[in-house]
T-cell receptor, first 113, second 114 residues
Framework: ETGVTQTPRHLVMGMTNKKSLKCEQH?????MYWYKQSAKKPLELMFVYNFKEQTENNSVPSRFSPECPNSSHLFLHLHTLQPEDSALYLC????????????FGAGTRLSVL | AQSVTQPDIHITVSEGASLELRCNYS??????LFWYVQSPGQGLQLLLK??????LVQGIKGFEAEFKRSQSSFNLRKPSVHWSDAAEYFC????????????FGGGTRVLVKP
């Protein structure tokens, strides 16, 4: 148990659906991250939040919309996704954006039909 | 920009044998270096890290890694693997000049034979 909890663990959605991924960290950290892990590709950083402010958007399509209401919670809102968006989405947190160690959740396995 | 290469996509090792996973990085200055492990259906767990000082770092689960600046490498080793070490291993480099943004290698999947 890393202190970073992601729900749901698995999600199947159609291309016209709207769904949200949730991440919660119990570590008192101030920075949170969304990563995408696709088969046969390196882990890709999507978004970074530091003290609830988005500090990085790694050229992510607008069909992915992050939300960070407080330092403990991070959401990824999904709408009109494509089949190629099927992947494992990992959330991570660290003490601060410039901190050394990121702690990862178990991820949400997303399948887009 | 920094980059990380893990040359071996798959490695099969017998239980009790030694294991070495290769990692090469590209970065203009001294980086932060990490090894993470991902078991099936799980997120990434930190095995060990190098920031400065002693170039041989010890981690959890009996793993160690050695930073070799001249070779731009940070290879992971374990003297005797256990069946529970079967997993995917990721090397990552943090760029100090870029707010410690992590760049990950493609991963090495380790299979352990009985």
């Amino acid at each position: 148990e890393t202190g970073v909890t992601q729900t749901p663990r698995h999600l199947v959605m159609g291309m016209t659906n709207k769904k949200s991924l949730k991440c919660e960290q119990h570590l008192g950290h101030n920075a949170m991250y969304w990563y995408k892990q696709s088969a046969k590709k390196p882990l890709e950083l999507m978004f970074v939040y530091n003290f609830k402010e988005q500090t990085e958007n790694n050229s992510v399509p607008s069909r992915f919309s992050p939300e960070c209401p407080n330092s403990s919670h991070l959401f990824l809102h999904l709408h009109t996704l494509q089949p190629e968006d099927s992947a494992l989405y990992l959330c991570a947190s660290s003490q601060e954006k410039n901190a050394d160690i990121q702690y990862f959740g178990a991820g949400t396995r997303l399948s887009v039909l | 920009a920094q980059s990380v290469t893990q040359p071996d996509i798959h490695i099969t090792v017998s239980e009790g044998a030694s294991l070495e996973l290769r990692c090469n990085y590209s970065y203009g200055a001294t980086p932060y270096l990490f090894w993470y492990v991902q078991s099936p259906g799980q997120g990434l767990q930190l095995l060990l890290k190098y920031f400065s000082g002693d170039t041989l770092v010890q981690g959890i689960k009996g793993f160690e890694a050695e930073f070799k600046r001249s070779q731009s490498s940070f290879n992971l080793r374990k003297p005797s693997v256990h069946w529970s070490d079967a997993a995917e291993y990721f090397c990552a480099v943090g760029a100090r000049a870029a707010g410690n943004k992590l760049t990950f290698g493609g991963g090495t999947r380790v299979l352990v034979k009985p």
